[in-house]
């Protein structure tokens, strides 16, 4: 067995069985070029990207508007990692709609459920006409973040990642469906 395969085989099982890999533990952290603060969702498994914080450059933006809510996304990471990709996005309020904020819960969620997550989001390799779904551990759930309760004020920010199996090398770009936002094309691969 090579050492790459045998990293993977070793990778593989660090996420099926939950285990942390090895890196600085994800902190709720202030965006560098912004003011407002940044909120965490929990995460089903550890991204193999060691970054706790998402880069500052936004791959691609669109925005949303759920019940009186105006929120805007921001793709701030799409990163292959051998199999995988890893994306990573943001969501910060723009315009509240009163109450105590947005209630994330299932807005990214591909079934309402009571324990949401970002399972909703999912990839197209449009030159190969395949859609990528959220990865699963070995208990079927979603290697991605959990939402949880979470409420959002004006000019929160709040960071959600998920893993993907990854297209072939040729493929250096993908579209990306975020449920509640719609689809943001020619998202590149780094």
Known sequence: MTLTRASTVVILAALATGCQLAGPAPAAEQAPSRSEPVVRA??????????TVPPDKVLAAREGTIEGHTFNVEIVQLLRRERFVNLTFTAT?????GGLGWQVHNAFAAVPSQSPTVDGVFLVDVR????????????????????ESLFLKQ???????ATFAAPPADVGSVDVHIPNVGTLANVPIS
Do not use: M, Y
């Not at 000019?155 to 990642?161: E, L, M, T």
């Open 42 to 51: 929990s995460t089903a498994a550890p991204s193999l990207s060691a970054a």
């Open 93 to 97: 309020v723009t315009k509240e709609g």
């Open 128 to 147: 190969n006409a395949k859609k990528h779904l959220v990865a699963l551990d070995s208990e079927g759930k979603c290697v991605c973040s959990r939402i």
């Open 155 to 161: 000019d929160q920010k709040a960071v959600f990642s």
